[in-house]
């Protein structure tokens, strides 16, 4: 039972150095979501995609863009990295009523120094 | 002035103790509600949905006024196990979507 599987789990990146963050699921879920998560500040909406062939921003999407490639995958990519991007980063998908619940990746620790 | 709002505690209760969490929501559009619960350093994990009739699981308890906009989480005869953040979830309905929205979290330490 993978669920939404996330890789990689750590990275440390220099200023300026671009990477994907991948995110697969395995629940048939149309909906998929990236969000970071920093001390204190709980976990903030950077793009999400409500079906395979949509993305839209969220409340933090400068500095990222994203690829919904199929219905499993949804990815997170870091052009340019930058110190204010170190975070917790994860991924979350979630089913088609407005009642369910999202599932989420096990997130990606990302240092940028 | 985020959607949703909690009280970041800490809470610090001792075992046995009954401990109460609020949360409120300011988006009219909020759809569906939710406690998950967070680990250091781990995913968040749904401990229950919240329903309009006040739902119970074991030790927990959650209640929802969509009057006030405000959503409570009751956990009583408090374990060790139970220490960990308390997320309040709220999906809200933007276009045809539904967006899980999160509040900052609630920590809480049950000691000895």
């Known amino acids: 039972n993978a669920g939404v599987t996330q890789t990689p789990k750590f990275q440390v990146l220099k200023t300026g150095q671009s990477m994907t963050l991948q995110c697969a699921q395995d629940m048939n879920h149309n909906s998929m979501y990236w969000y970071r998560q920093d001390p204190g500040m709980g976990l903030r909406l950077i793009y999400y995609?409500?079906?395979?062939?949509?993305?839209d921003k969220g409340e933090v999407p400068n500095g990222y863009n994203v690829s919904r490639l199929n219905k499993r995958e949804f990815s997170l990519r870091l052009e340019s990295a930058a110190p204010s991007q170190t975070s917790v980063y994860f991924c979350?998908?979630?089913?088609?009523?407005?009642?369910?619940?999202?599932?989420f990746g096990q997130g990606t620790r990302l240092t940028v120094v | 002035r985020k959607e949703v709002e909690q009280d970041p505690g800490p809470f610090n209760v001792p075992e046995g103790a009954t401990v109460a969490f609020n949360c409120t929501y300011s988006?009219?559009?909020?759809?569906?509600f939710f406690w998950y619960r967070q680990d250091c350093r781990k995913e968040p994990k749904l401990l229950m949905s919240v329903y309009s009739s006040g739902n119970e699981d074991g030790r927990f308890t959650a209640q929802l006024n969509r009057a006030s906009q405000y959503i409570s989480l009751l956990i009583r005869d408090s374990k060790l196990s139970d220490s960990a953040t308390y997320l309040c979830v709220v999906n809200i309905r933007e276009g045809g979507s539904y967006i899980p929205t999160f509040g900052r979290g609630t920590s809480l330490i049950v000691h000895p």
């Open positions: 979350a998908s979630r089913g088609p009523d407005r009642v369910t619940e999202a599932f």
């Open positions: 995609s409500a079906s395979e062939g949509t993305t």
């Open positions: 988006n009219s559009a909020s759809q569906s």
